[in-house]
């Protein structure tokens, strides 16, 4: 998701470790400006990455150790081993630790030429009883967008035994477009300056952002379990497309191609067997979760409808039963068949395992939320305020804005409301296996708290959904100052218990035995490092046989 003034309201028309080799020579001199991470624990297994930079530009195969040690007192667990990387992976490393011991913490670091990089902490998932989960939600980390300080927040956690990451860890714009403001200010401005479009582009976006060194502390922090979004590759991205790829750009697929390997090469993520985008997968926190991480964007979205491009009939006015028509198209969908086998398959297998909640990692929104009616939520004032801060043509951009609140269409179709057909067969896949859902979604830039049915009016709950809010990235309320959005929201939406649509931070989930709990975090400023973290809301709920609790403000 891409949010700013001049579209905020377009809706109305606006791997493994190489093999070992030859020791590398004292002379060479390299650096770890990347920092370490980790990611993708199960009970046994873990990934450890890194990237080393040469000093020498034109540096063939680079040599390198890793360890990695038990941080408790028990005798045994160590383990090491050593490895080559050059530029045919952009002088990454990705190390696939395996035969460790469950639940169990560990420290690594990397050494290459006599140069040992920061030190990193990482864990094992559990196996059997487990009391407890704590994992912290994050998304959209627009770089000129401000200081990482959401990053910093979770890095200074007591507590957190992996960090979920639901997309939009880059953008690829330039450094004249989205944010370059406040970037300017803050001499945050984005590398390459241009828009990012090939291989070597992605690379350089994904060393940048590493640089930080607030997102370096939360990577060594805790391991991370990592999704795409949209703007890995370009904004509001479908298989065969995204918005913000022209046709002057070459190939999509091409395009899509090398952000994919950037990524994969860049973050501590299993790539699939085989390679390709399937990126959906499941880890079990012993008897207490699975968590379920789906993709949701180029192995089978279809293109998203555009109420700029598809609401106007023939005659120049809105066609609202043909909108309808096409939004509910049964063949419209997100997942594809063969993810949604395997959702249907893990869940069915965890309830019937006795482990508590079903968790999903999820990109973008599930609940419905419609396009509030700000005219009759403002008083004049506010209307009137509102409508200056969109600039000359503001009070005609939000009375389109009520005209399509009257039609009773939805705020976001680049959400699971644009595809509501996949989402009802989501819905029953969660229901026919009883599962206790727990969604968490990003993109939105947002904190939510929903409760979810399987109809836009009576119906059954389905699940609870915690959006998480941006690390940095603009929201609508920083667009409507002054303006009440999430409260708006919450108000115009039967679904929408809670939102807030200005703070920066991320959601700290507890899943326990007999109840969850989730904070919404917020940072105090993302325009300095000096900052403080405050708990917004606190919401808990509880499982139970025929599904999860509707939510408790606490």
């Known amino acids: 998701m891409h949010i700013d003034r001049r579209k905020a309201l377009a809706l109305f028309g606006a791997g493994t470790a190489a093999a070992p080799g030859p020791a590398l020579a004292q002379d060479q001199r390299v650096r770890f400006d990347h920092g370490v991470a980790s990611g993708d624990p199960t ?39 050593r490895g080559t990387t050059s530029a045919a992976r952009d002088y990454t490393v990705k190390v696939d630790v395996g035969d460790l011991d469950p639940g169990r913490a560990y420290t690594f670091t990397f050494t290459s030429g006599g140069v040992t990089s920061p030190m990193g902490r990482t ?7 487990v009391e407890d989960a704590v994992l912290a939600i994050a998304s959209c980390a627009l770089y000129p967008g401000g200081y990482y300080n959401a990053y910093q927040a979770i890095a200074d956690l007591p507590r957190v035994d992996a960090v979920l990451h639901l997309g939009d860890y880059i953008y690829e714009y330039a450094a004249d477009g989205y944010g370059a403001e406040t970037g300017r200010k803050l001499n945050r401005l984005v ?10 582009d992605y690379r350089n976006r994904h060393a940048q952002v590493k640089t930080d060194p607030q997102l370096q502390a939360a990577h060594a922090r805790a391991p991370w379990i990592v999704v795409w979004d949209d703007h890995e590759t370009a904004n509001n991205a479908w298989v065969g497309g995204a918005e913000n790829h022209g046709k ?81 198209d049964p063949d419209r969908r997100m997942m594809g068949p063969s993810q949604a086998d395997w959702l249907r398959r893990g869940l069915a297998n965890s309830v019937k395992s006795g482990r508590t909640w079903q968790v999903l990692g999820n990109e973008v929104v599930m609940a419905r939320v419609g396009v509030p009616d700000l005219r009759t939520a403002l008083s004049p004032e506010q209307f009137a305020e509102a409508a200056a801060g969109l600039g000359p043509d503001g009070a005609r951009r939000l009375n389109l804005m009520s005209a399509v609140a009257s039609l009773g269409l939805p705020f976001g179709l680049d959400m699971w409301d644009g595809y509501p057909a ?46 998480t809010t941006a690390i940095t990235s603009p929201s609508l309320g920083d667009i409507l100052t002054g303006v009440p959005v999430g409260q708006v929201m919450a108000d115009a939406n039967r679904e ?23 904070e919404m975090m917020a940072v105090s400023t993302i325009l300095e490092t000096t900052f403080t973290t405050s708990v917004l809301k606190t919401f808990t709920f509880t499982p139970g046989a025929d599904g999860v609790s509707g939510l408790k403000e606490v």
Request: charged letters at 25%.
């Open 191 to 200: 590398r390459p300056a241009h828009e990012i479009i090939t291989l070597a």
């Open 123 to 129: 864990r094992t998932l559990p196996e059997g009883p």
């Open 248 to 328: 002057d750009e070459g190939s999509w697929n091409r395009r899509k191609a090398a952000a994919i390997k950037a990524y994969y090469e860049w973050m501590p993520i299993r790539e699939p067997d085989g390679g390709g985008f399937s990126i959906n997968r499941a880890f079990e926190f012993g008897d207490l979760a699975t968590l379920f991480m789906l993709e949701t964007r180029l192995t089978a979205r279809d293109l998203q409808l555009d109420y700029t491009t598809d609401l106007m009939g023939a005659d120049g006015k809105p066609d609202v039963a043909r909108f309808r028509e096409r939004l509910a």
């Open 422 to 467: 996949d989402r009802q067969r989501l819905y029953s896949l969660i229901q026919k296996a009883k599962a206790n859902a727990v969604v968490v979604s990003g993109d939105s830039h947002a904190f939510w708290a929903n409760e979810l049915y399987d109809a836009p009016e009576g119906g059954n709950r389905v699940g609870v959904e915690f959006g």
């Open 43 to 81: 009970a046994d297994r873990v990934i450890l990455w890194t990237r080393i930079t040469p000093m020498n530009p034109s540096a063939g195969s680079v040599a390198y150790e890793w360890s990695l040690n038990p941080i408790d007192r028990r005798a045994g667990g160590a383990k090491s081993g």
């Open 496 to 518: 929408v218990v809670y939102s807030e649509q200005s703070a920066k931070g991320f959601v700290l989930l507890t899943l326990g035995r007999t109840e969850g709990k989730a």
